[in-house]
């Protein structure tokens, strides 16, 4: 079937999961500064589980980090995914942004950031039948 995955969409998902982890271990932690990290894991594993579609579709993973372009780019397979793009450009911004000194993403951005990427790790799984 059309849901059988190749060695390198698979190796998509795995390393997706492994910054999913981070950012659920990062929640359940009771220290002050985790937000920056939650934000950083979550762009993480949403792009790569979006580079996991693309793969999946055939298509050539480029090697970018905006999410809301690789949305774009599985628009000719996921049509309805493009509504996420707002919420992703959302998402891209945290990690960026946090990476420098002045900027810390608040507890409410790191929530947004969670809820996004659960929301893209269920669809992908979802689409490339992998049981939720």
């Known amino acids: 079937g059309w849901c059988f995955m190749t ?3 698979s ?3 795995k390393k997706a999961e492994s910054d999913f982890d981070n950012a659920c271990t990062l929640r359940r932690s009771r220290r002050a500064n985790r937000y920056d990290g939650i934000c950083f894991s979550c762009q993480h594993a949403a792009e790569k589980y979006l580079k996991a579609r693309v ?3 055939g298509l050539q993973v480029p090697r970018v980090h905006d999410l809301a372009m690789l949305v774009g780019l ?3 397979v996921e049509p309805l995914w493009i509504v996420l793009a707002v919420e992703l450009r959302a998402i891209n911004n945290h990690a960026v942004v946090t990476r420098y000194p002045g900027q810390w993403a608040t507890p409410a951005e790191a929530r947004t950031s969670f ?3 659960t ?3 269920s669809l992908v799984r979802t689409s490339l039948c992998i049981s939720p």
Do not use: F, G, S, Y
């Open 7 to 9: 060695p390198m969409t």
């Open 11 to 13: 190796e998509w998902v």
């Open 55 to 57: 793969d999946h579709a």
């Open 74 to 76: 599985l628009a000719q």
């Open 115 to 117: 809820a996004t990427c």
């Open 119 to 121: 929301k893209i790790r």
